[in-house]
Nanobody, 119 residues
Framework: QVQLVESGGGLVQPGGSLRLSCAAS????????RDWYRQAPGKQRELVAA???????NYADSVKGRFTISRDNAKNTMYLQMNSLNPEDTAVYYC?????????????WGQGTQVTVSS
């Protein structure tokens, strides 16, 4: 079992930046694919940023050019750098790591961290 613990959320003004962190209880990020999702009130959870185990990345159109997904294998931590934040980015953000081994899917979620963009 793997625990993912998120941190870094909070209140920020429009145009500001935040960096979310997601620390894993074991060293998995070198082989697991990694994603960040978000869920705003009354809306479905949506994929914001994704990275394969090899490091290829993909972003939702709404955050492209503003958000960056990354990892530090030595710290067992993945990150989401968020710049030029706007009120539409307000949501609970979740990290997600997943991997398929011997036809068994392994998937883990963080507990979520609130990001509020408001003046």
């Amino acid at each position: 079992q793997v625990q993912l613990v998120e941190s870094g959320g909070g209140l920020v003004q429009p145009g500001g930046s935040l960096r979310l962190s997601c620390a894993a209880s074991r060293s998995i990020f070198s082989i697991y694919a990694r994603d960040w999702y978000r869920q705003a009130p009354g809306k479905q959870r949506e994929l914001v940023a994704a990275s394969t185990s090899g490091g290829s990345t993909n972003y939702a159109d709404s955050v492209k050019g503003r958000f960056t997904i990354s990892r530090d294998n030595a710290k067992n931590t993945m990150y989401l750098q968020m710049n030029s934040l706007n009120p539409e980015d307000t949501a609970v953000y979740y990290c997600h790591a997943h991997h398929t081994f011997d036809n068994i899917n392994y998937a883990y979620w963080g507990q979520g961290t609130q990001v509020t963009v408001s003046s």
